[in-house]
């Protein structure tokens, strides 16, 4: 997706740099991992140390929030769980179907978590002006906060996979330089 030029197809990708395939594009390991970094660092990778980047950034602050989500927003996600622990006591699960199940579980918690993010992110919106970074790694959690504030008429920018590298640029710069925009959605 970064160099479709060099990296023609997934399996490709997945046969040189992922010790070979499994059943259904199933990679789990590594191979010709410094054939791979140095393709990256010369044609797509920006790496900035961070000594250097330091400089230019406000103190770090991590603040870690637990959130209840309703017991009807739990009601999938214990429905997976429950399966997918039927699957490993009878012994027999496919390396597949547990994966499977695995994904599956943490796409519903996303979609569990959804409504409870979203009233923490009214809280934090209400009680201050900073600007913050708002992270996720599930696009259905990305896509409801976006949706979020958007409805809530709160300029944001939002990266993700999907973003085109051209554009990554001045979406930051926007969020860095325009005080109207107070949040930076993110994966």
Not at 44 to 64: E, F, G, I, N, Y
Not at 84 to 90: D, S, T
Not at 151 to 178: E, H
Request: proline content about 2%; some cysteine; overall charge positive.
């Amino acid at each position: 997706a970064i160099v479709p030029r060099v990296f023609t197809t997934v399996s490709e990708f997945g046969n040189r740099y992922c010790q070979g395939g499994g059943p259904f594009a199933m990679w789990s390991g590594k191979s010709n991992g410094e054939e791979l970094h140095a393709i990256i660092s010369r044609l797509c990778m920006v790496r900035r140390l961070k000594k250097d980047a330091l400089t230019s950034l406000p103190a770090k602050q991590r603040t870690q929030v637990w959130l209840t989500p309703e017991a009807k927003d739990m009601a999938q996600v214990k429905a997976i769980k429950a399966q997918l622990e039927k699957l490993r006591a009878a012994g027999n699960a496919s390396e597949f179907e547990e994966k499977r199940l695995v994904n599956a579980l943490y796409a519903a918690s996303a979609n569990a978590k959804q409504d409870v993010v979203n009233e923490y992110l009214e809280t934090v919106i209400e009680g201050s002006e900073a600007k913050f970074l708002f992270f996720a790694h599930h696009t259905a959690m990305l896509d409801g906060v976006s949706q979020f504030l958007a409805k809530k008429k709160i300029k944001f920018i939002r990266i993700d996979g999907s973003t085109a590298s051209t554009a990554r640029g001045a979406l930051v710069d926007t969020f860095q330089t325009d005080d109207t925009y107070r949040v930076a959605v993110l994966s």
